[in-house]
């Protein structure tokens, strides 16, 4: 099993970013592909973006493809995810999850085995 713990969320304006990370520790992190999620309230949870486990390829929700970047450095056992221009409908809590599977698109919660407890984002008008 591996432990997953978010930093970086926050307040920001409309337009603005905020970097996400996303530390690990337990089973081998860097062996397993990754993701981001996030959740509205009185929404289910979606998929934001996902990483092999090398880093070599990476792949958006259309909803932020162009705006945000999600990235690794395996030798920290960390992901992050840049969020830039940012918008009011990217307010959520923020979930980083490890996969259970080496490479490969996953798109759904139930591909994903281990989770972190979630950070506030909330982005103002």
């Known amino acids: 099993q591996v432990q997953l713990v978010e930093s970086g969320g926050g307040l920001v304006q409309a337009g603005g970013s905020l970097r996400l990370s996303c530390a690990a520790s337990?089973?081998?992190?860097?062996?397993?592909?990754a993701g981001w999620f996030r959740q509205a309230p009185g929404k289910e949870r979606e998929f934001v973006a996902g990483?092999?486990?090398?880093?070599?390829?990476?792949y958006y929700a259309d909803s932020v493809k162009g705006r945000f970047t999600i990235s690794r450095d395996n030798a920290k056992n960390t992901v992050y995810l840049q969020m830039n221009s940012l918008k009011p409908e990217d307010t959520a809590v923020y979930y980083c999850?490890?996969?259970?599977?080496?490479?490969?698109?996953?798109?759904?919660?139930?591909?994903?085995?281990?989770w972190g407890q979630g950070t506030q984002v909330t982005v103002s008008s």
């Open positions: 999850a490890s996969s259970w599977y080496y490479s490969g698109t996953y798109y759904s919660t139930q591909d994903f085995g281990s």
């Open positions: 337990g089973r081998t992190f860097s062996s397993y592909a």
């Open positions: 990483i092999s486990w090398s880093g070599g390829s990476t």
